[in-house]
Protein backbone atom coordinates (compact mmCIF):
# COMPACT_ATOMS: atom_id res chain seq x y z
CA UNK A 1 0.00 0.00 0.00
CA UNK A 2 1.28 3.29 -0.57
CA UNK A 3 0.23 7.06 -0.40
CA UNK A 4 0.41 10.04 -2.75
CA UNK A 5 2.78 11.67 0.16
CA UNK A 6 4.51 10.77 2.84
CA UNK A 7 1.56 12.99 4.52
CA UNK A 8 2.02 13.45 8.17
CA UNK A 9 4.29 15.73 10.44
CA UNK A 10 3.77 16.96 13.63
CA UNK A 11 5.29 20.43 14.81
CA UNK A 12 4.93 23.26 18.01
CA UNK A 13 1.65 25.00 17.50
CA UNK A 14 3.64 27.97 15.76
CA UNK A 15 0.99 31.20 15.02
CA UNK A 16 3.86 31.84 12.68
CA UNK A 17 2.47 29.41 10.00
CA UNK A 18 -0.52 31.70 9.56
CA UNK A 19 -1.00 33.69 6.90
CA UNK A 20 -1.29 38.04 7.17
CA UNK A 21 -5.38 37.65 7.31
CA UNK A 22 -5.38 34.72 9.48
CA UNK A 23 -3.38 36.83 11.97
CA UNK A 24 -5.66 39.28 11.61
CA UNK A 25 -8.18 37.77 12.39
CA UNK A 26 -7.13 36.19 15.43
CA UNK A 27 -5.79 39.56 16.72
CA UNK A 28 -9.27 41.21 17.00
CA UNK A 29 -10.37 38.47 18.74
CA UNK A 30 -12.97 36.99 16.86
CA UNK A 31 -12.89 33.74 17.45
CA UNK A 32 -13.88 34.12 21.57
CA UNK A 33 -16.39 32.05 23.11
CA UNK A 34 -19.45 33.67 24.76
CA UNK A 35 -22.14 32.27 26.67
CA UNK A 36 -23.86 30.00 24.81
CA UNK A 37 -22.94 26.36 23.78
CA UNK A 38 -22.55 26.91 20.35
CA UNK A 39 -20.32 29.85 20.16
CA UNK A 40 -20.20 33.52 19.53
CA UNK A 41 -22.80 34.79 16.84
CA UNK A 42 -21.48 36.90 13.34
CA UNK A 43 -18.60 35.11 12.01
CA UNK A 44 -18.15 34.77 8.00
CA UNK A 45 -20.42 33.72 6.34
CA UNK A 46 -22.87 35.95 8.41
CA UNK A 47 -24.36 33.85 11.53
CA UNK A 48 -22.15 31.25 11.32
CA UNK A 49 -20.29 30.10 14.76
CA UNK A 50 -16.14 31.28 14.17
CA UNK A 51 -14.51 30.00 17.77
CA UNK A 52 -13.19 26.32 15.27
CA UNK A 53 -16.83 24.95 15.11
CA UNK A 54 -17.59 25.97 11.34
CA UNK A 55 -17.47 26.67 8.72
CA UNK A 56 -14.80 24.67 7.88
CA UNK A 57 -12.59 24.82 4.43
CA UNK A 58 -10.73 21.76 2.63
CA UNK A 59 -7.73 22.00 3.10
CA UNK A 60 -5.04 22.01 0.27
CA UNK A 61 -2.89 19.33 -1.05
CA UNK A 62 0.49 21.75 0.53
CA UNK A 63 -1.54 21.60 3.82
CA UNK A 64 -2.18 18.30 4.32
CA UNK A 65 1.15 16.81 2.58
CA UNK A 66 -1.16 13.94 0.44
CA UNK A 67 -0.86 15.11 -3.00
CA UNK A 68 -4.69 13.62 -4.21
CA UNK A 69 -7.71 14.49 -4.22
CA UNK A 70 -7.64 17.70 -2.83
CA UNK A 71 -8.32 17.96 0.67
CA UNK A 72 -7.47 14.66 1.69
CA UNK A 73 -5.82 13.31 5.21
CA UNK A 74 -5.54 9.88 3.84
CA UNK A 75 -5.85 8.27 0.62
CA UNK A 76 -4.11 4.64 -0.26
CA UNK A 77 -3.75 3.56 -3.70
CA UNK A 78 -5.93 -0.05 -4.14
CA UNK A 79 -7.66 0.57 -0.53
CA UNK A 80 -10.95 2.10 0.37
CA UNK A 81 -11.41 3.52 3.35
CA UNK A 82 -13.70 3.62 5.74
CA UNK A 83 -14.44 5.56 8.94
CA UNK A 84 -11.73 7.64 10.91
CA UNK A 85 -11.37 9.56 14.23
CA UNK A 86 -7.88 11.43 15.23
CA UNK A 87 -7.10 10.11 18.80
CA UNK A 88 -5.67 12.71 21.56
CA UNK A 89 -2.49 11.61 20.95
CA UNK A 90 -2.51 12.82 17.56
CA UNK A 91 -2.42 9.58 15.72
CA UNK A 92 -5.23 8.70 13.29
CA UNK A 93 -7.33 5.09 14.12
CA UNK A 94 -9.34 4.15 10.22
CA UNK A 95 -10.89 1.27 8.57
CA UNK A 96 -9.98 -0.12 5.44
CA UNK A 97 -10.20 -2.75 3.00
CA UNK A 98 -8.29 -3.48 -0.43
CA UNK A 99 -10.34 -3.26 -3.17
CA UNK A 100 -10.29 -7.01 -5.12
CA UNK A 101 -9.86 -7.24 -8.68
CA UNK A 102 -12.36 -8.89 -10.17
CA UNK A 103 -11.62 -11.23 -13.22
CA UNK A 104 -13.73 -11.30 -16.32
CA UNK A 105 -17.10 -12.51 -15.64
CA UNK A 106 -18.24 -16.28 -16.64
CA UNK A 107 -21.14 -15.76 -18.80
CA UNK A 108 -22.52 -12.63 -17.59
CA UNK A 109 -22.25 -14.28 -13.56
CA UNK A 110 -20.20 -12.45 -10.84
CA UNK A 111 -17.53 -14.59 -8.86
CA UNK A 112 -19.69 -15.43 -5.75
CA UNK A 113 -16.49 -15.25 -3.57
CA UNK A 114 -16.68 -11.52 -3.41
CA UNK A 115 -19.69 -11.89 -0.99
CA UNK A 116 -18.12 -14.30 1.32
CA UNK A 117 -14.67 -12.32 1.32
CA UNK A 118 -16.57 -9.25 3.38
CA UNK A 119 -19.26 -8.62 5.79
CA UNK A 120 -22.57 -8.37 5.00
CA UNK A 121 -23.27 -5.13 3.10
CA UNK A 122 -26.27 -4.49 4.13
CA UNK A 123 -25.30 -4.58 7.44
CA UNK A 124 -23.29 -1.59 6.81
CA UNK A 125 -25.98 0.18 4.71
CA UNK A 126 -27.00 2.13 8.29
CA UNK A 127 -31.34 3.38 7.63
CA UNK A 128 -32.96 3.03 4.18
CA UNK A 129 -31.91 6.67 2.98
CA UNK A 130 -30.48 6.35 -0.11
CA UNK A 131 -27.11 6.41 -0.14
CA UNK A 132 -24.46 9.24 -2.28
CA UNK A 133 -21.71 6.45 -3.48
CA UNK A 134 -21.76 4.02 -0.76
CA UNK A 135 -18.85 1.50 -1.05
CA UNK A 136 -19.71 -1.74 -2.47
CA UNK A 137 -17.65 -3.99 0.46
CA UNK A 138 -18.51 -7.51 -1.25
CA UNK A 139 -15.80 -6.28 -4.02
CA UNK A 140 -13.18 -5.64 -1.29
CA UNK A 141 -11.34 -7.65 1.33
CA UNK A 142 -12.78 -7.40 5.21
CA UNK A 143 -12.69 -4.18 6.15
CA UNK A 144 -10.20 -4.09 9.51
CA UNK A 145 -8.77 -1.61 11.59
CA UNK A 146 -5.69 0.47 11.36
CA UNK A 147 -3.62 3.02 13.27
CA UNK A 148 -1.60 5.74 11.47
CA UNK A 149 1.01 7.35 14.16
CA UNK A 150 1.48 11.16 14.45
CA UNK A 151 4.98 11.77 12.53
CA UNK A 152 7.45 14.39 13.24
CA UNK A 153 7.88 18.10 11.36
CA UNK A 154 9.19 17.71 8.20
CA UNK A 155 10.88 21.18 7.44
CA UNK A 156 7.25 22.86 7.26
CA UNK A 157 5.70 24.93 10.21
CA UNK A 158 2.29 24.29 10.78
CA UNK A 159 -0.08 25.92 13.53
CA UNK A 160 -1.34 22.54 14.69
CA UNK A 161 -0.62 18.54 14.50
CA UNK A 162 -0.01 18.13 10.87
CA UNK A 163 -3.45 17.21 9.27
CA UNK A 164 -2.13 14.34 7.06
CA UNK A 165 -1.05 10.88 7.58
CA UNK A 166 0.57 7.84 6.00
CA UNK A 167 -1.12 4.78 5.77
CA UNK A 168 -1.19 3.09 9.14
CA UNK A 169 -0.22 -0.54 10.67
CA UNK A 170 -3.42 -2.66 10.95
CA UNK A 171 -4.27 -3.56 14.93
CA UNK A 172 -7.61 -4.88 14.78
CA UNK A 173 -9.20 -7.22 12.57
CA UNK A 174 -12.90 -9.54 13.11
CA UNK A 175 -12.19 -12.52 15.02
CA UNK A 176 -15.58 -12.90 17.48
CA UNK A 177 -18.73 -14.80 15.52
CA UNK A 178 -21.00 -11.29 16.51
CA UNK A 179 -18.72 -9.64 14.41
CA UNK A 180 -19.15 -11.28 11.12
CA UNK A 181 -16.18 -11.23 9.66
CA UNK A 182 -15.31 -7.38 9.65
CA UNK A 183 -14.80 -4.28 11.66
CA UNK A 184 -14.89 -0.80 10.98
CA UNK A 185 -16.20 2.24 12.63
CA UNK A 186 -13.19 3.12 15.30
CA UNK A 187 -13.24 5.31 18.13
CA UNK A 188 -10.27 5.26 20.42
CA UNK A 189 -10.13 7.08 24.09
CA UNK A 190 -6.82 7.43 25.74
CA UNK A 191 -6.85 7.05 29.35
CA UNK A 192 -4.65 9.01 31.70
CA UNK A 193 -2.18 5.97 32.34
CA UNK A 194 -1.95 5.66 28.64
CA UNK A 195 -4.25 2.61 28.18
CA UNK A 196 -6.91 2.16 25.45
CA UNK A 197 -10.19 1.68 24.98
CA UNK A 198 -10.64 0.95 21.15
CA UNK A 199 -14.91 1.29 20.33
CA UNK A 200 -15.45 -0.18 17.23
CA UNK A 201 -18.30 -2.14 14.80
CA UNK A 202 -19.12 -5.76 13.45
CA UNK A 203 -22.44 -6.82 12.29
CA UNK A 204 -23.45 -7.32 15.37
CA UNK A 205 -23.00 -4.19 16.82
CA UNK A 206 -20.36 -2.02 19.09
CA UNK A 207 -17.83 -3.65 20.92
CA UNK A 208 -14.43 -2.52 22.38
CA UNK A 209 -11.04 -3.54 22.07
CA UNK A 210 -8.49 -2.85 25.38
CA UNK A 211 -4.76 -2.04 25.09
CA UNK A 212 -1.81 -0.76 27.56
CA UNK A 213 -0.92 1.57 24.71
CA UNK A 214 -1.47 2.86 21.92
CA UNK A 215 1.13 1.16 19.82
CA UNK A 216 -0.82 -2.36 20.83
CA UNK A 217 -1.54 -5.42 20.91
CA UNK A 218 -4.97 -5.20 21.17
CA UNK A 219 -7.46 -7.10 22.82
CA UNK A 220 -11.53 -7.84 21.77
CA UNK A 221 -14.07 -7.31 24.59
CA UNK A 222 -15.35 -11.25 23.32
CA UNK A 223 -19.11 -9.61 23.25
CA UNK A 224 -20.93 -6.57 22.12
CA UNK A 225 -21.31 -4.05 24.69
CA UNK A 226 -24.43 -2.79 22.50
CA UNK A 227 -25.93 -5.46 20.33
CA UNK A 228 -28.11 -5.38 17.33
CA UNK A 229 -31.66 -5.75 18.36
CA UNK A 230 -35.32 -5.51 16.06
CA UNK A 231 -34.74 -1.78 16.31
CA UNK A 232 -31.11 -2.57 13.91
CA UNK A 233 -27.71 -2.47 14.72
CA UNK A 234 -26.13 -0.02 16.54
CA UNK A 235 -23.55 1.95 14.41
CA UNK A 236 -20.87 4.73 14.42
CA UNK A 237 -19.14 4.81 18.67
CA UNK A 238 -18.37 7.90 19.33
CA UNK A 239 -17.10 7.90 23.18
CA UNK A 240 -16.63 11.19 25.61
CA UNK A 241 -14.98 10.58 29.06
CA UNK A 242 -16.89 13.10 31.26
CA UNK A 243 -14.76 14.47 33.69
CA UNK A 244 -14.84 18.13 33.08
CA UNK A 245 -18.67 18.57 32.32
CA UNK A 246 -21.19 19.70 35.17
CA UNK A 247 -23.88 17.64 36.01
CA UNK A 248 -23.19 14.52 33.16
CA UNK A 249 -25.19 11.36 34.51
CA UNK A 250 -22.04 8.90 33.95
CA UNK A 251 -17.87 9.13 33.89
CA UNK A 252 -18.41 8.01 30.05
CA UNK A 253 -21.10 8.94 27.74
CA UNK A 254 -21.24 7.25 23.92
CA UNK A 255 -22.98 8.48 21.15
CA UNK A 256 -24.07 6.13 18.61
CA UNK A 257 -26.49 5.49 15.73
CA UNK A 258 -29.48 3.23 15.66
CA UNK A 259 -32.05 3.58 12.74
CA UNK A 260 -31.64 6.60 11.71
CA UNK A 261 -31.72 8.83 15.19
CA UNK A 262 -28.20 9.55 17.32
CA UNK A 263 -28.71 7.80 20.90
CA UNK A 264 -26.92 8.20 24.30
CA UNK A 265 -25.44 5.29 26.66
CA UNK A 266 -23.46 5.72 29.71
CA UNK A 267 -21.32 3.73 31.58
CA UNK A 268 -19.23 3.88 34.75
CA UNK A 269 -15.75 2.84 33.73
CA UNK A 270 -16.19 2.44 29.53
CA UNK A 271 -16.66 -1.24 29.53
CA UNK A 272 -20.36 -1.80 30.27
CA UNK A 273 -22.76 0.87 28.88
CA UNK A 274 -26.34 1.33 29.50
CA UNK A 275 -28.44 2.82 26.94
CA UNK A 276 -30.27 5.80 28.15
CA UNK A 277 -32.00 7.61 25.49
CA UNK A 278 -32.32 9.50 21.78
CA UNK A 279 -31.02 12.99 21.33
CA UNK A 280 -33.79 15.36 21.20
CA UNK A 281 -32.32 17.22 18.03
CA UNK A 282 -34.68 19.77 16.07
CA UNK A 283 -34.64 18.96 12.62
CA UNK A 284 -32.27 21.17 9.88
CA UNK A 285 -34.28 23.25 7.74
CA UNK A 286 -33.54 23.06 4.09
CA UNK A 287 -31.86 25.78 2.63
CA UNK A 288 -32.89 25.76 -0.71
CA UNK A 289 -34.06 22.84 -3.56
CA UNK A 290 -30.44 21.14 -3.70
CA UNK A 291 -30.53 20.53 0.67
CA UNK A 292 -33.47 17.92 0.91
CA UNK A 293 -36.13 17.58 3.64
CA UNK A 294 -33.99 16.38 6.80
CA UNK A 295 -35.11 12.59 7.20
CA UNK A 296 -32.57 10.77 9.20
CA UNK A 297 -29.83 11.92 11.87
CA UNK A 298 -26.10 9.53 12.45
CA UNK A 299 -22.58 9.05 12.23
CA UNK A 300 -21.97 11.36 15.52
CA UNK A 301 -18.65 12.62 16.38
CA UNK A 302 -18.29 14.08 19.94
CA UNK A 303 -15.38 16.15 21.39
CA UNK A 304 -15.07 17.85 24.98
CA UNK A 305 -14.26 21.40 24.58
CA UNK A 306 -12.79 23.62 27.13
CA UNK A 307 -12.68 27.75 27.26
CA UNK A 308 -10.13 29.71 28.50
CA UNK A 309 -13.03 30.72 31.19
CA UNK A 310 -12.83 27.32 32.54
CA UNK A 311 -16.35 26.36 30.82
CA UNK A 312 -16.66 22.64 29.42
CA UNK A 313 -18.87 21.69 26.23
CA UNK A 314 -19.91 18.83 24.17
CA UNK A 315 -19.79 19.39 20.93
CA UNK A 316 -21.53 16.78 18.78
CA UNK A 317 -20.70 17.44 15.05
CA UNK A 318 -23.47 14.74 13.21
CA UNK A 319 -25.02 13.75 10.06
CA UNK A 320 -28.34 15.44 8.44
CA UNK A 321 -29.30 12.92 5.70
CA UNK A 322 -31.48 14.31 3.48
CA UNK A 323 -34.63 13.17 1.41
CA UNK A 324 -32.62 13.54 -2.19
CA UNK A 325 -29.83 11.26 -1.04
CA UNK A 326 -27.23 14.10 0.15
CA UNK A 327 -25.50 14.21 3.73
CA UNK A 328 -25.43 17.56 5.65
CA UNK A 329 -22.48 18.06 8.48
CA UNK A 330 -23.94 19.79 11.34
CA UNK A 331 -23.22 20.36 15.22
CA UNK A 332 -25.12 20.70 18.60
CA UNK A 333 -23.64 21.63 22.07
CA UNK A 334 -23.90 20.49 25.22
CA UNK A 335 -22.75 21.49 29.27
CA UNK A 336 -24.00 18.54 30.55
CA UNK A 337 -23.61 15.74 27.37
CA UNK A 338 -27.74 15.17 27.55
CA UNK A 339 -29.24 18.49 26.69
CA UNK A 340 -28.05 19.78 23.87
CA UNK A 341 -28.48 23.11 21.53
CA UNK A 342 -28.49 22.16 17.70
CA UNK A 343 -27.37 24.96 15.41
CA UNK A 344 -29.74 23.71 12.38
CA UNK A 345 -27.02 24.89 9.44
CA UNK A 346 -24.34 22.95 8.00
CA UNK A 347 -20.57 23.41 8.77
CA UNK A 348 -19.34 21.77 5.74
CA UNK A 349 -20.14 22.60 2.08
CA UNK A 350 -19.78 19.55 0.44
CA UNK A 351 -23.29 17.49 0.53
CA UNK A 352 -21.81 13.78 0.73
CA UNK A 353 -19.11 14.04 3.66
CA UNK A 354 -20.24 11.69 6.50
CA UNK A 355 -18.44 10.49 9.93
CA UNK A 356 -16.98 13.76 11.26
CA UNK A 357 -14.73 13.98 13.94
CA UNK A 358 -13.50 16.93 15.30
CA UNK A 359 -9.57 17.43 16.33
CA UNK A 360 -9.13 20.76 18.68
CA UNK A 361 -5.90 22.98 17.89
CA UNK A 362 -6.65 25.09 20.59
CA UNK A 363 -9.79 27.09 22.01
CA UNK A 364 -10.10 28.77 18.60
CA UNK A 365 -9.15 26.23 15.70
CA UNK A 366 -9.96 22.74 15.09
CA UNK A 367 -9.60 20.84 12.44
CA UNK A 368 -12.88 18.43 10.97
CA UNK A 369 -12.18 14.89 9.53
CA UNK A 370 -15.06 13.67 7.63
CA UNK A 371 -15.27 10.47 5.22
CA UNK A 372 -16.36 11.03 1.80
CA UNK A 373 -16.39 9.27 -1.38
CA UNK A 374 -13.68 9.66 -4.26
CA UNK A 375 -12.38 8.18 -7.88
CA UNK A 376 -14.53 6.59 -9.99
CA UNK A 377 -17.84 4.51 -9.28
CA UNK A 378 -19.35 3.93 -5.69
CA UNK A 379 -16.13 1.30 -4.35
CA UNK A 380 -13.75 4.23 -2.85
CA UNK A 381 -13.98 6.31 0.09
CA UNK A 382 -11.35 8.98 1.73
CA UNK A 383 -11.13 11.08 4.68
CA UNK A 384 -10.75 14.70 4.07
CA UNK A 385 -9.68 17.39 6.57
CA UNK A 386 -11.12 21.39 7.39
CA UNK A 387 -10.18 23.59 8.88
CA UNK A 388 -12.15 26.14 11.29
CA UNK A 389 -11.89 29.62 11.00
CA UNK A 390 -11.50 28.93 7.43
CA UNK A 391 -9.53 31.96 6.52
CA UNK A 392 -6.33 30.26 8.56
CA UNK A 393 -3.28 28.54 6.31
CA UNK A 394 -1.51 25.93 7.76
CA UNK A 395 1.59 26.52 5.78
CA UNK A 396 3.09 30.07 4.12
CA UNK A 397 1.60 30.46 1.08
Known amino acids: MSTGKRAHRRAPRRTEALTAGAGALLAAGALAIGCATLATKGGEPAGLPHNGTGPFRDLSAQETGVTSPRGAALSIRGVTIDTAMVASDGSLFYASATALRPEPPDAGVEDASYAEDAGPAAADAGPSTPRFATPDWSR ?4 TIARSPARPAEGLQFVAESPGFDAGAEI ?15 WAVIRADG ?9 GGIGVATAASVAGPYAHSGAPLLAASGAGAPRRPSVIETTLLDGASHAFLMYYEEAGTIRVAGSSDGLAFEPLFALE ?6 RDDRDGDEVERGGPGAVVYSSAAGRSFVRLYYESRR ?12 ADGARFEAFLRPVVDARDRRAPCASLVDERVSLLYQWSPSGP ?21
Open 323 to 334: SNGNTLLTLAAS
Open 195 to 203: SVLLYYVGE
Open 140 to 143: HEPR
Open 377 to 397: GASQGTIFVGVAPGGLRLVRE
Open 281 to 286: LPEMPA
Open 172 to 186: LRASEAWEGGFVTDP
